[in-house]
C-alpha cells in the first residue's frame, strides 16, 4: 500500500559542486512510498496517487535522511571536555571514558541511547568508530539494527601509544573483525568498516593486518583518521620516518581504496590529495570537531579540486553536535574564514547525497529518486515563532533552506523514517 507524505521537499539531483541546478525544492509537495519503504515517486501534492494513506506534515520540510559519516561509540560521554588539543584531549579525556565499555552492559545501554539519539536528529546512517571491546561493539550493532540505523561501524583499532586495557594484537583484531563479520554481514543495512584508530595508535603489523583483511574480504570499509593536526602529523613522521606522508603511512599497508573514509584532512600536502583522488579514498570532514579541538580550517575547495568525494561527521565527541544537521552551520563558517561560501545545495549535499555516494550507497539513498529506499526525516519549524517569522521574510526557498541550516537544530526534528518506517518518536 502507498503512503503519501506532503511537506516541502528538498533534495539534490547531482553535485552542486560541478552542476547548477542540482537542488530540487517543491513547496507543497509530496512524497509517495510503497509497501516496500520505497520511494514510488515525488512531485507536487496535486500529482500524487489519491489512494492510500495521507500524512500531511504542513509547513513542515522533507529532507532526506543525514548521514553522520564519522563519530566515536565509546565517546558518547565525553563531549564537551575542555582541552589543550588533540593528543593531550585523548589521553586525559577520551581513553578512560573507552575503557568503562570493557562492561558490555554499560556499553549495551550506551549504544541504545547513541542510536535513537542519532534518529531523533535525522541520522538514518552513520559510519562509527566501535569500542576496542569486541562485546561492545556488538551491542552497537544490535541496537542499530533493531533501531533501523544503517550503520558502517567496527571495533577501534590499536595496539600502541595508549592504555593497555585499550590495546588489541593483530592476531585478536583479525578474531574480532572475523566474528562481526559472521554475525552481521548477512544484513544489507549493516557494514564492517575496518577501524585502525589512526597511524599512531596502529604498529606495522597492526596495519598489515587490515591491508590483509581487506584483500580477504573487499566489501568491508576502512575508517581513520589523517592530517588533523600539526602535532599529530610531527609524531607520525617521526613514528614512520620511511614514508614520504600521513597518506603513505596507509598506502604502504595497502589501505587506500574507494571504501577507505579518511577524517579530517585539514592540513594535507598536493601530493597527499593527488594520491588520494587516483586511489578514490573519501574524506570525511568533521566541522565542530575541527573548531573545539583547534585543529584548522577544512580546506574545502582544495578537496573539490581533486575530484575527493566528500561527506561530514559529527565526530562525537570532539564534535558537539548529536545531529549531523546542526555541521551544516560550522561548516559554512569554517569556509568563510576562508573567504569562501559555500551555497544550501552544497551544505545539504555534503550530508546527504553526497556522502550517500562517498559510501557507495548513493544507488539506494541520498535523495528521493523513485526506486530508492524512503530514508528522510521531517524537519518542522512551526511551534517556533522566531524561526518561523524568520522564514516568513526569506525572498526564496533556497534562502528558507538557509536559514533552517544556521537556526534550526535537531530539536525541530519531528519525525525519523528509514526504509518507509518511523525509526523516532
Ligand atoms: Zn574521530
Not at 280 to 291: D, F, G, K, Q, Y
Request: some cysteine.
Amino acid at each position: 500500500m502507498t503512503t503519501v507524505y506532503l511537506g516541502t521537499l528538498a533534495h539534490l539531483r547531482g553535485n552542486p559542486f560541478v552542476r547548477p541546478n542540482a537542488l530540487e525544492i517543491i513547496a507543497d509537495g509530496a512524497l509517495w512510498v510503497d509497501g516496500d519503504g520505497r520511494i514510488a515517486g515525488y512531485g507536487r501534492a496535486g500529482e500524487a496517487p489519491e489512494t492510500g494513506e495521507r500524512v500531511d506534515f504542513g509547513a513542515a520540510w522533507l529532507l532526506p535522511g543525514l548521514i553522520d559519516a564519522h563519530l566515536h561509540f565509546p565517546q558518547y560521554y565525553a563531549v564537551a571536555a575542555a582541552n589543550r588539543g588533540l593528543l593531550s584531549w585523548l589521553r586525559e579525556t577520551v581513553y578512560p571514558e573507552e575503557a568503562a565499555f570493557r562492561d558490555a552492559g554499560y556499553a549495551a545501554g550506551v549504544a541504545r541511547a547513541l542510536v535513537a539519539r542519532l534518529l531523533r536528529g535525522g541520522v538514518t546512517c552513520a559510519c562509527v568508530f566501535g569500542s576496542q571491546y569486541l562485546e561492545a561493539t556488538g551491542a552497537l550493532f544490535e541496537a542499530a539494527g533493531q533501531a533501523g540505523l544503517r550503520l558502517i561501524a567496527g571495533v577501534t583499532l590499536m595496539d600502541r601509544n595508549g592504555p593497555d586495557e585499550l590495546l588489541t594484537t593483530p592476531e585478536r583484531a583479525w578474531w574480532a573483525n572475523e566474528t562481526l563479520l559472521e554475525r552481521y554481514g548477512g544484513d544489507p543495512r549493516l557494514h564492517l568498516a575496518l577501524t585502525p584508530r589512526f597511524a599512531l595508535s596502529c604498529s606495522p603489523q597492526l596495519l598489515a593486518m587490515c591491508g590483509e583483511f581487506r584483500r580477504r574480504h573487499p566489501q568491508v570499509y576502512l575508517q581513520t583518521h589523517i592530517n588533523e593536526t600539526l602535532e599529530e602529523i610531527a609524531a607520525v613522521q617521526r613514528a614512520f620516518p620511511d614514508a614520504w606522508n600521513y597518506l603513505d603511512v596507509y598506502e604502504r599497508y595497502g589501505l587506500l581504496g574507494p571504501r577507505t573514509l579518511l577524517a579530517h584532512d585539514i592540513h594535507p600536502q598536493s601530493a597527499e590529495l593527488r594520491r588520494m583522488a587516483e586511489s578514490e579514498c573519501r574524506v570525511v570532514h568533521c566541522p565542530s570537531s575541527n573548531l573545539f579541538l583547534g585543529s584548522g580550517l577544512f580546506p574545502l575547495r582544495r578537496h573539490v579540486e581533486h575530484g575527493i568525494p566528500l561527506a561530514l561527521g559529527s565526530d562525537i565527541g570532539a564534535g558537539l553536535h548529536l545531529s549531523v544537521w546542526e555541521e551544516l552551520s560550522e561548516a559554512y563558517k569554517i569556509q568563510r574564514l576562508q573567504g569562501e561560501t559555500p551555497t544550501a545545495a552544497q551544505l545539504l549535499y555534503l550530508a546527504t547525497l553526497g556522502a550517500a555516494e562517498a559510501l557507495e550507497l548513493g544507488g539506494e539513498i541520498g535523495n528521493f529518486l523513485p526506486g530508492k529506499a524512503a530514508d528522510f526525516f521531517v524537519l518542522d519549524p512551526g511551534g517556533d515563532d522566531y524561526l518561523d517569522a524568520r522564514l516568513q521574510r526569506c525572498p526564496t526557498l533556497e534562502a528558507r533552506l538557509f536559514v533552517l541550516m544556521q537556526l534550526a537544530g535537531s530539536g525541530h526534528v519531528r519525525r525519523t523514517f528509514v526504509a518507509g518506517r518511523p525509526v523516532s518518536p
